[in-house]
C-alpha cells in the first residue's frame, strides 16, 4: 500500500509561483512513476507532469516552460518518495485542485494508481 499526500497550493497572482510537494508513504519502492494532474471546477482531470523511477519526465504542452517535475527524492530514513512540482510564470487558467498519483507497473504491463486528496491552486489576474 502507498499513501499519498499533496502539500504547498494557495493563492497567488498571475505570473507567480508556487512549488508543490507530493509525499508518498508506505510501500514507497513498488513505486515506478508518478504524476501531476488538476481539475478545474467544470473540467474534466487533467494530466500535468509525470517522472519516472529512472528520472524520465513528460509534460502536457500547456504547461512546457513553465513546470518542472522534480525526480524521486527519498528519505533518508527510507519512509517517503517526495515529488515537486515547480510551477512558475502562473496563469488564471492554471487554476485548480492538483492531484498526485504514484503508480505501479504491474507484470501484466497495468498500472496501479494511488491518488493523494489534492491541493487548490488559485491564480488571481
Known amino acids: 500500500q502507498v499513501q499519498v499526500v499533496e502539500s504547498g497550493g494557495g493563492l497567488v497572482q498571475a505570473g507567480g509561483s508556487l512549488r508543490l510537494s507530493c509525499a508518498a508513504s508506505?510501500?514507497?519502492?513498488?513505486?515506478?512513476?508518478m504524476d501531476w494532474y488538476r481539475q478545474a471546477p467544470g473540467k474534466q482531470r487533467e494530466l500535468v507532469a509525470t517522472v519516472t523511477s529512472v528520472g524520465m519526465t513528460n509534460y502536457a504542452d500547456f504547461v512546457k516552460g513553465r513546470f518542472t517535475i522534480s525526480r524521486f527524492t527519498i528519505s533518508t530514513d527510507n519512509t517517503k518518495n517526495t515529488v515537486y512540482l515547480q510551477m512558475n510564470s502562473l496563469k488564471p487558467e492554471d487554476t485548480a485542485v492538483y492531484y498526485c498519483?504514484?503508480?505501479?507497473?504491474?507484470?501484466?504491463?497495468?498500472?496501479?494508481?494511488?491518488w493523494g486528496q489534492g491541493t487548490q491552486v488559485t491564480v488571481s489576474s
Open positions: 498519483n504514484a503508480g505501479r507497473i504491474l507484470s501484466d504491463a497495468t498500472r496501479y494508481n494511488y
Open positions: 508506505g510501500s514507497i519502492f513498488s513505486i515506478d512513476v
